[in-house]
């Protein structure tokens, strides 16, 4: 009995139009806006330029610890008197850090927009930052980060990080650090990091009707008492692929499983080939249907699923797969996976697999772009990489317009399966042997972090 016969095919694209974007200077600051008629929910986000790059290297996982103290109360409000003012507007803070931005949102009905930012401005400006809540913040979240870093994975991504671009640089340790860099924190840090940083004026995005905002009292709230000259974003950092690869082992002993971490250095995200390298990274390994997924999963049977893409932030990029095998396929699996790769750095990608992938790209957008958050998250990207105001306009029909000769090209220019560092985190003495013998490169031990 036959139960799927034949995959089915693409459907046509559905039209899709980016709101209008609106930019303005006030106040100090500036205001980045989209406008959604008839919308009854807005989306106001405090974009600041404080990511995990701004960190002092050996404080990773600074930015992080802030985000989490803002709710801890403000020099006008207790912890308590704040929450209640915020469920008293039927909203809450949400913060994120990434390595590019210092992120902090709220998102209410049109009505209540304004309080709602004051209210945000009054946690990201005058957070009060208690010590002993500090403390708090800070040793919860080294709890948190133990737990993470007993699982399989985070050790391999922190060894693959750290061969790509150095551990001696910030970028080239975890993002949002690990257990040991996280309690050497101190008070001064987490006060120093908030001065420096969270009292520039920064940029406010707003996603709603803007036929009932008041853009102008928003950017008062959301800029006032602030200061601070404009801080270089600094130049894309310019690592060179290995020219041989390498396998690091990491080892977890007794583990049933391998934990499989391959990647290189890539361009940032501002790089013209964004577009045809992020298909060709949906066909290698971007989708459940990716060359990857299809022969280490379905053909092989190896693992789950595996998956691989190109992470691009302002300066940096990285191109990583990553995987878990049974320990005994360790090696087949990371042969048959390589080989891969350098088939598609080769011969590029077909036209049937690009019309798949161009769909599904496409098709995400439309999906993706459909709340105020999400439209709130969109003007975020247009700031934080320079983007041109239709970017997002045009960005649709880009991804259903590459060529395939342009998205083959993009891979063979930014796959380098000769250049691959393969991270392997598991029973290092049921691996090595195997590993040596397979011919993938030298193997070396991960050393102590």
Do not use: C
């Not at 924190?185 to 996603?207: E, N, S, Y």
């Not at 250049?419 to 042997?433: N, P, S, W």
């Amino acid at each position: 009995m036959t139960l799927i016969s034949e995959r089915p095919a693409p459907g046509e694209p559905r039209s899709y139009r980016f709101p209008p974007v609106v930019r303005r200077a006030v106040a100090g600051g500036e205001v980045v806006a989209a406008h959604l008629p008839g919308q009854s929910l807005a989306v106001a986000t405090l974009l600041l330029d404080a990511g995990a790059g701004r960190e002092p290297l050996g404080r990773e996982g600074l930015a992080g610890v802030v985000a989490k103290a803002l709710e801890e109360g403000t020099t006008d409000r207790d912890a308590a008197a704040y929450a209640l003012a915020l469920e008293g507007l039927g909203t809450e803070l949400s913060t994120s850090v990434d390595w590019d931005s210092f992120r902090t949102t709220v998102q209410v009905p049109v009505d209540r927009l304004a309080p709602a930012v004051t209210l945000l401005a009054e946690a990201v400006r005058t957070p009060r930052l208690d010590p002993a809540d500090v403390e708090r913040v800070r040793d919860d979240e080294v709890t948190s980060l133990r737990m993470y870093w007993a699982n399989p994975g985070p050790r391999a991504d922190a060894a693959l990080r750290a061969d790509l671009f150095g551990a001696e640089v910030r970028h080239g340790r975890p993002m949002d650090g690990d257990p040991e860099s996280v309690a050497a924190l101190t008070v001064d840090d987490i006060t120093g990091f908030h001065a420096g940083w969270l009292r520039r004026p920064g940029t406010l995005l707003v996603a709603g009707d803007l036929d009932r905002i008041d853009l102008d009292v928003l950017a008062a709230a959301a800029f006032a008492g602030t200061g601070g000259d404009p801080v270089e974003a600094g130049a894309p950092i310019d690592v060179q692929v290995r020219t041989q690869r390498r396998i690091i082992l990491v080892d977890r002993p007794g583990s049933v499983q391998s934990s499989l971490r391959l990647g290189h250095t890539a361009p940032p995200r501002s790089h013209p080939d964004y577009v045809p390298t992020q298909l060709a990274g949906t066909v290698l390994g971007g989708a459940f249907t990716s060359r990857l997924n299809h022969l280490i999963r379905e053909v092989r049977g190896y693992t789950y699923g595996i998956r691989a893409d190109f992470g691009m932030s302002r300066r940096f990029g990285r191109f990583t797969v990553s995987s878990s095998v049974q320990t005994a396929v360790t090696a087949p699996a990371l042969v048959e996976a390589v080989g891969e790769i350098a088939r598609t750095q080769a011969d590029g990608v077909t036209e049937e697999e690009l019309a798949v992938a161009r769909s599904w790209r496409a098709g995400q957008l439309s999906v993706e772009l459909q709340t105020p958050a999400a439209i709130a998250s969109a003007l975020a990207t247009l700031v934080v990489y320079g983007l041109p105001d239709d970017y997002h306009a045009h960005l649709r029909e880009a991804m259903l317009s590459a060529p395939l000769d342009v998205v083959s090209a993009a891979a063979a220019a930014h796959l380098h399966p000769h250049g691959l560092t393969l991270v392997v985190e598991g029973d290092v003495a049921l691996i090595r042997d195997e590993l040596v013998a397979s011919g993938l490169g030298e193997v070396v031990d991960d050393g102590p972090r």
